[in-house]
């Protein structure tokens, strides 16, 4: 991953997701890490994409959410900070600087 970019709103985040889901087929790559040192993610996930969305909560500011056959991502604002780097995109917890969340579309 190069050339990371800083964005202070999930909107920029979310379009660079919607575009990388029309441009591929589908199948998302999402790596959770948490307190690893050893760059192990502790949560992996390959899968097909049922729905991708981008709410407005008045508690939680914007929300996206991902949804997979398995499982459901969300991500708020409130919680995250996000980044774009080439074809992924990063969410890093706000509370706790060891936690962060790599997604891929391959």
Do not use: W
Request: overall charge negative; proline content about 3%.
């Amino acid at each position: 991953m190069s050339n990371i970019a800083t964005f202070s709103a999930f909107v920029p985040s979310y379009r660079k997701l919607q575009q990388l889901s029309y441009n591929k087929v589908l199948n998302i790559f999402i790596q959770y890490f948490h307190h690893d040192d050893q760059s192990e993610p502790f949560l992996y996930l390959e899968g097909e994409v049922n729905s991708l969305r981008l709410e407005e909560v008045e508690e939680q500011g914007k929300i996206i959410s991902i949804t997979t056959p398995e499982s459901m991502f969300t991500f708020s604002e409130r919680n995250y900070l996000t980044n774009i780097s080439g074809d992924a995109v990063v969410f890093s917890s706000k509370n706790d600087n060891e936690t962060y969340c790599i997604i891929e579309f391959i």
